[in-house]
């Protein structure tokens, strides 16, 4: 009996300890999917475009999970501190709602990151940039959506399509029926700029002279905030829900054993 | 009047002296648009019409080497650029004088001639010199002819046959066949069995709700309140029956 005694504020103590984690990082995994969903690389238009935007999805979901993670931590602390079997039950099956749709945004997150390769930027790039008759409204949101996110990616990261500036010569686009290929072997964008906005030298850029052009693919600039969002929504949640997972396992004992 | 002049005086042309040079497409420096879908760059020839200073030097473009004759003049309908290929088989463009190709060659400057430049003419026949874009993707045999007073009086060998890019549609680019990566598999296979986990936990909870299957009902029990009742043992209610 003693030694029963002395177990009840150890393991009391480790679920509150528990608790307040879940709510700390409840907080942080809602601060992080509002920074996600806010776009700062203003990459969304391009998913978008793909019809491939999961991983905006799973960022929305993860805003409302940490908000009831932190919720229910608090109620789980008061339940346990009480000792109250009605608390404890209401606070033990909504978590494993929550768990349910966090594992849901884990799972929608990593699989639409692997949807996310350098064909299926090239083929929209090719589809859509600077398309001159788009079908119906939706068409032309998303080809204004991606021409604009195109040319401030191009004139940000100094880069050129997707894998280079050949993406516009081994491939017919929609670019390519508006604009001469002598003219424009590539799009004006991926010429060096000056401080005005003008291409250094337009002969050198149209010859593709080294130092007057972007010779680099923007399928990194792409791919690394696009990286760090999934990733982070993804593995976060599940480093979440593996302490949650534990916690909810000694709560289920602890409830067991309460008299009621 | 240049081919009335021509027909007047068939045979009377001098020798074409043969200049020794293949022109070739630019190796230095590595040109990104050497060729395009429409256009190529060539190097220019250099310090090789020294003996001709007072020639016009034309570019000729064609199909096949022996379809051109040197007797056909520039700036006619038998060497436009707006009847190639349809019904001439070469045409000729870039005209230029022994003072646009200076010798020494590369005098830190590149020294290209770009090929299908021009895209204002293409349709002009006011022009049919123009330089404008290739209408296929080749190959083209290209070489310099040198003319006096409208008569040929060198050339240089014609050029390896030269290919143009070819443009491939974007629908041959598939981007349904890639797999899931090991990540994502690993972290569905670990979330679901500790869901699943859960789930059974619950499910027991529930199932022996009240009973004392873990660890005893007294292990997390509060302070027992004990209550004794008083028991009245004296029968002091049977004494007024006794008095009468």
């Not at chain 1, 884990?106 to 788009?134: G, S, V, W």
């Not at chain 1, 204004?144 to 997707?162: A, F, I, P, R, Y």
């Not at chain 1, 923007?218 to 534990?246: E, R």
């Not at chain 2, 068939?10 to 050497?34: D, N, S």
Request: hydrophobic share 45%; aromatic share 12%.
């Amino acid at each position: 009996m003693a030694k029963s005694e002395d177990c009840i504020p150890i393991l009391q103590g480790l679920l509150v300890f528990g608790n307040v984690i879940i709510g700390m990082c409840g907080i942080a995994l809602t601060a992080e999917c509002i920074y996600f969903v806010s776009d700062p690389h203003g990459l969304y238009p391009l998913l978008e475009a793909t019809e491939n935007d999961g991983i905006y999805a799973a960022a929305w979901i993860g805003i409302f999970v940490g908000f009831a993670l932190f919720a229910l931590s608090i109620l789980g602390i008061i339940g346990i501190i009480k000792s109250n079997r009605t608390l404890l039950l209401v606070y033990i099956i909504l978590m494993l709602i929550t768990f349910a749709f966090e594992m849901a945004s884990c799972i929608t997150a990593a699989t639409h990151r692997d949807f996310l390769t350098p064909n299926l930027f090239l083929k929209q790039m090719l589809e859509r940039y600077q398309k001159a008759e788009p079908a119906n409204n939706n068409d032309q949101w998303m080809t204004e959506g991606v021409t604009k996110t195109w040319d401030k990616l191009m004139l940000q990261n100094h880069c050129c399509g997707v894998l280079g500036p050949s993406d516009w010569q081994e491939y017919t686009s929609a670019f390519r029926l508006t604009h001469y290929d002598a003219d424009f072997p590539w799009p004006r964008k991926c010429c060096a700029m000056d401080a005005q906005g003008l291409p250094v030298n337009l002969d050198g850029c149209k010859l593709g002279v080294p130092g007057y052009y972007n010779s680099n693919g923007c399928y990194d600039a792409i791919s690394g905030p696009v990286n760090t969002h999934a990733w982070g929504v993804a593995w976060f949640g599940f480093a979440i829900l593996c302490w949650t997972f534990c916690v909810l396992l000694g709560t289920m004992f602890y409830w067991s054993g309460i008299e009621y | 009047l240049l081919p009335l002049l021509l027909l007047l005086l068939p045979a009377a042309h001098g020798e074409v002296k043969h200049v020794q040079y293949t022109p070739f497409l630019t190796k230095t420096p590595v040109l990104e648009g050497l060729t395009t879908g429409s256009t190529f760059v060539l190097e220019q020839p250099r310090c090789i019409f020294k003996d001709y200073s007072n020639a016009d030097i034309w570019l000729v473009v064609a199909l096949q080497k022996s379809s051109f004759n040197n007797s056909v003049a520039p700036g006619t309908a038998e060497s436009a650029f707006q009847n190639f290929p349809d019904s001439v088989p070469a045409y000729m463009t870039l005209n230029a004088t022994l003072a646009n190709y200076p010798c020494p060659e590369h005098d830190g400057n590149i020294t290209v001639l770009r090929v299908g430049s021009e895209t204002s003419c293409i349709r002009d026949d006011a022009r049919p010199t123009c330089n404008g874009p290739l209408p296929g993707p080749g190959p083209y045999l290209v070489k310099f002819l040198a003319l006096k007073d409208s008569e040929p009086v060198a050339e240089t060998d014609w050029s390896q046959p030269i290919m143009l890019r070819t443009a491939k549609s974007p629908n041959s680019i598939s981007t349904t066949d890639e797999g899931h990566s090991a990540g994502m598999i690993a972290l569905t296979t670990i979330l679901s069995i500790l869901f699943a986990i859960l789930l059974a936990g619950l499910v027991a909870m529930l199932v022996f709700w009240g009973s004392d299957a873990c660890g005893g009902s007294s292990t997390f029990s509060k302070p027992e309140a004990v209550t004794v009742r008083r028991y009245n043992t004296h029968h002091v209610y049977d004494q007024p029956a006794a008095r009468l």
